[in-house]
């Protein structure tokens, strides 16, 4: 079966991190650009991290020296460690997975993508 499924997510307070995860069954990550979006109620969704298959990573503005990306290939795992988080990162995280695909077209557009997980909560106390 193939799936994605993140995990990590939870209630941390103004300024303090997290680290979710993605984890791949039924295929393999290394092959794929996976991207990290989140969401807010009411709101479009946002592409804030992506990797290649080349495992360079690119971050939105919005994130860039807060978040990183990071993958375990053997693990057929992908990471998303989030320091420095402020209120207004609270929503719920995607990870997604996409082939063929550079990594800006999938941040820029999420229609492409042939994988989603089902989104993790994560909530920022002011």
């Known amino acids: 079966q193939v799936q994605l499924v993140e995990s990590g997510g939870g209630l941390v307070q103004n300024g303090g991190s997290l680290r979710l995860s993605c984890a791949a069954s039924?295929?393999?990550?290394?092959?794929?650009?996976i991207a990290w979006f989140r969401q807010v109620p009411g709101k479009k969704r946002e592409g804030i991290s992506c990797?290649?298959?080349?495992?360079?990573?690119y971050l939105a503005d919005s994130v860039k020296g807060r978040f990183t990306t990071s993958s375990d290939s053997p693990r057929n795992e992908v990471w998303l460690q989030m320091k420095r988080l402020r209120p207004e990162d609270t929503a719920v995280y995607f990870c997604?997975?996409?082939?063929?695909?550079?990594?800006?077209?999938?941040?820029?557009?999420?229609?492409?993508?042939?994988?989603w997980g089902n989104g993790t909560q994560v909530t920022v106390s002011s």
């Open positions: 997604a997975a996409q082939h063929p695909a550079r990594c800006w077209d999938v941040l820029a557009s999420d229609a492409g993508v042939n994988y």
């Open positions: 039924g295929f393999t990550l290394v092959y794929y650009v």
């Open positions: 990797m290649n298959p080349g495992g360079r990573a």
